[in-house]
């Protein structure tokens, strides 16, 4: 599963991947293009116990989210 | 950067920021109005002769000072990015009414806690109105409402609003006599300019570092329990708190609050208009200000949005005052949040067809 939360101002990126892991999904990566966006996402992942790594691409993060 | 970290930062952030607020007041500012995105835009759009209220007119150097210590910081380090043409016109709608919204309360969320610092309980009731709206205002977003992706544009978009409020900056220090200044009433109340300008840039570093949000306080512990973002609000409060105390500016109460009302339902009602719209805009007026500075033409244009808002709630007798909210504020509170819910529901119904039939 893929959310392409690029371009979206917040909260937006957070409410797309949450209705992405409500649906219990395991395996996940979210683009993001801003630093908001990615700490955002990020802590939200955390909370709800997803392992995060971000990887660096040309247009921002791509995040890549992993069921604890 | 780890959560706590993170979080540790934040409070350092915050109460600097408290720290810096009080000091504000202490130094000539109106009570309670260290910082106020809101009531400062307004006072420049009088320093400009966009309104012609007399009391509320000055450059605040506070606000210019916000925007380009975001812009200095973000450019330092790597994160300035222009980007824009996410529903620009809608979001200058918006942000017109946010900034109605906010003057009918008198004050942005920033002045709502530091109002609440002071001891004003009209700002409790504005809180909730302010959660209320967050949280109708989330809805919409569940429903599928946005405003559109942005995309990269021109370090001279970007840029732009920087130039702007430098100009503003540099006729305000060298040519002030082309600019309004008010001799009585809130605009008269004012801190020497360059403590102003250090004091708005150091918080506009610090904001833009710690993603400071009013908004997004408050969402991310109603979404998912997280009090990170909180603690960095909830740090300017205490410290400002702290401050007030000690200074003796701390007054318990409703009746008698410098720069504000009692009028408790159009104090709820005009912040929950400024909940509403933040939410959608992604984020409150100062977020706004320091995403501005950042590069985010789209959020260059709520400035605007904001600063047209304020011009027209002065020259129609919106905004409120000391007696409490005018017919013509609470038509234009409630006209606020139709255009914007009508508007949005139009948006959401067009997207959903658009998934139906293949764009």
């Known amino acids: 599963m893929e959310v392409d939360a690029r371009g979206l101002s917040c909260p937006q990126p957070i409410i797309e991947t949450k209705k992405v892991v409500d649906k219990k999904v395991t395996s996940l990566s979210v683009l993001v293009d801003n630093i908001a966006a990615k700490e955002n996402v990020s802590r939200f992942a955390k909370a709800m116990k997803y392992d995060v790594v971000a990887h660096v691409t040309d247009y921002g993060w791509k995040l890549e989210l992993e069921k604890r | 950067m780890n959560i706590s970290n993170e979080k540790k930062s934040l409070v350092i952030a915050g109460a600097i920021t408290g720290i810096i607020s009080v000091t504000l007041v202490l130094l000539g500012n109106p009570t309670n109005m260290g910082f106020c995105i809101a009531c400062f835009y307004r006072d420049i759009a009088g320093a400009l002769s966009l309104h012609s209220a007399a009391v509320v007119q000055y450059a605040r150097p506070e606000i210019i000072g916000l925007l380009l210590g975001s812009m200095l910081i973000s450019i330092i380090r790597k994160e300035f990015k222009p980007r824009g043409g996410s529903s620009p016109v809608f979001r200058f709608v918006i942000s017109f009414f946010v900034m109605i919204g906010a003057l009918v309360f008198l ?17 409790l009731v504005a809180l909730f109105g302010f959660i209320a709206g967050i949280i109708a205002g989330s809805l919409l977003l ?24 430098g100009a503003i900056l540099l006729v305000l220090l060298f040519f002030p006599s082309l600019l309004k200044f008010s001799t009585t009433g809130p605009g008269s109340l004012r801190a020497p300019i360059i403590i102003s300008l250090a004091g708005g840039l150091i918080v506009g570093a610090l904001a833009q570092r710690n993603r400071f949000c009013m908004a997004g306080g408050i969402r991310d512990v109603f979404l998912f329990r997280d009090t990170t973002l909180l603690s960095g609000l909830v740090m300017v409060f205490v410290a400002a708190l702290v401050m007030n105390l000690v200074t003796g500016n701390f007054k318990l109460g409703f009746g008698g609050q410098s720069v504000s009302h009692t009028d408790w339902l159009w104090n709820f009602l005009g912040m929950a208009l400024v909940g509403y719209g933040s939410v959608l805009l992604g984020g409150c007026p100062l977020r706004q200000t320091i995403l501005a500075g950042e590069g985010n033409s789209d959020s260059a ?18 905004a409120s005052s000391a007696q409490g909210a005018t017919i013509g ?3 234009a509170t409630i006209l606020g949040f139709t255009v914007i ?11 959903k067809r658009e998934a139906v039939h293949g764009s």
């Open chain 2, 329 to 331: 504020g609470k038509v």
């Open chain 2, 107 to 123: 004050g942005c969320p920033f002045r709502m806690v530091l109002r609440l610092a002071g001891g004003d309980l009209n700002a």
């Open chain 2, 341 to 351: 819910t009508v508007l949005a529901i139009v948006m959401i119904r067009a997207r």
């Open chain 2, 142 to 165: 569940n429903q599928g409402f946005t405003l559109g992706r942005s995309y990269k544009q021109s370090a001279v978009e970007g840029g732009a609003i920087g130039g702007i409020f």
């Open chain 2, 301 to 318: 244009m709520s400035v605007l949005g904001m600063i047209a808002g304020a011009a027209i709630s002065h020259n129609f007798s919106l």
